[in-house]
């Protein structure tokens, strides 16, 4: 059977062939009622349109690429469906890609494959942005800090966010401390740490006095590290902040298998308020990083940037959801009066 063409998506919607490849495209210019004859047409002749021939004719695929390293949990799964929302609501698809470096961006941005590309990356060295960079596509990056013309970051206030959780826990009393860090040259995990210890100093204690775990961003991980320590005798924190929600969950399950109590004997601050926060026992208290906000922001600076906009740096503010993970003083202080 022969494969039906524009020709003849035109003739049995009664229109030109420009006007149909026109409102096949979308084109402004196109009234609804033009466009639902085409597309009415399209459905009973079963006309697919060659993609290919539409980007090289346009330059254009009606697509944004949502460009990532891993999707491992429902932070991620927020963030697509926040961008894809925004696309949808302007006749642009989704294009989500995991990639282990930043080669395939640079393919896909050279060969119009997007028009566009938002890109959370934390693998990406300083060469591959610049490769990205230099095909001066719209690009939105998260989680780290680039601008240029046709480039623009869209950043949590991660070091302000550090000092809030310092500046809660010490109002509750905390002096023996715990930071359960992100990933290694990562901006917000970075700056979280910056930003917590520059509050504690400011209290007069010094970083040597805060016990590091290495908690990657990842919940079996921060357990195993959190058991670890708890193997080695060291005295246990009065209270964690850890870098992300996931990190504070596995610290939360490896005190409970060791007999510690939340918030009882430890407290324990996370970050972002993943909707798993509310409703594991205790409920987490945590900082709203309003996670789904930046994804639709994504989105609509990508297609700004994809409509002339100049690059810019934006920035995505927070603030502290108390649950049930944190308490005044301590049943560890409580414990060392007794003994005294």
């Not at 006007?19 to 697919?48: C, D, F, I, Q, W």
């Amino acid at each position: 059977m022969r494969k039906a063409t524009i020709k003849d998506v035109a003739r049995e919607a009664g229109v030109s062939v420009a006007t149909a490849s026109n409102a096949l495209n979308n084109a402004k210019a196109v009234r609804p009622h033009t466009r639902e004859l085409v597309m009415e047409a399209v459905a009973r002749l079963g006309y697919v349109p060659n993609a290919n021939g539409q980007r090289l004719r346009t330059m254009q695929s009606r697509e944004i690429g949502l460009f990532l390293d891993e999707i491992k949990d429902e932070y991620y799964g927020a963030l697509a469906d926040s961008v894809h929302k925004v696309c949808r609501e302007h006749h642009y698809e989704l294009n989500i890609c995991l990639v282990a470096d930043g080669i395939p961006i640079v393919q896909k941005l050279q060969d119009h494959s997007v028009d566009g590309a938002i890109v959370f990356h934390h693998a990406l060295d300083e060469k591959a942005r610049q490769q990205i960079k230099a095909t001066e596509a719209p690009v939105v990056f998260l989680d780290v800090e680039e601008r240029d013309e046709h480039v623009s970051s869209l950043l949590y206030e991660s070091r302000l966010h550090g000092q809030m959780a310092a500046a809660y826990l010490l109002g509750m009393g905390k002096r023996r401390l715990m930071h359960v860090f992100g990933v290694r040259g990562g901006y917000d995990s970075e700056m979280r740490w910056q930003g917590f210890m520059e509050e504690l100093k400011k209290h007069g204690i010094p970083e040597q006095n805060v016990e590091l775990l290495e908690g990657r961003m990842d919940q079996a991980t921060a357990f195993h590290e959190m058991r670890h320590f708890l193997q080695t005798g060291k005295p246990v924190p009065e209270a964690i902040f850890a870098a992300n929600d996931l990190s504070a969950i596995g610290c939360i399950q490896a005190l409970t298998e060791a007999g510690y109590r939340v918030p009882e004997d430890v407290s324990i601050l996370g970050c972002d308020d993943i909707p798993l926060c509310a409703y594991i026992a205790p409920g987490l208290t945590t900082i709203r990083t309003n996670f789904r906000t930046l994804g639709f922001r994504a989105a609509e600076e990508a297609l700004r940037l994809i409509r002339g906009g100049e690059g810019r740096i934006l920035h995505q503010s927070g603030s502290i959801v108390v649950r049930q993970s944190c308490a005044f003083g301590s049943a560890q202080q409580e414990f060392g009066k007794q003994q005294g």
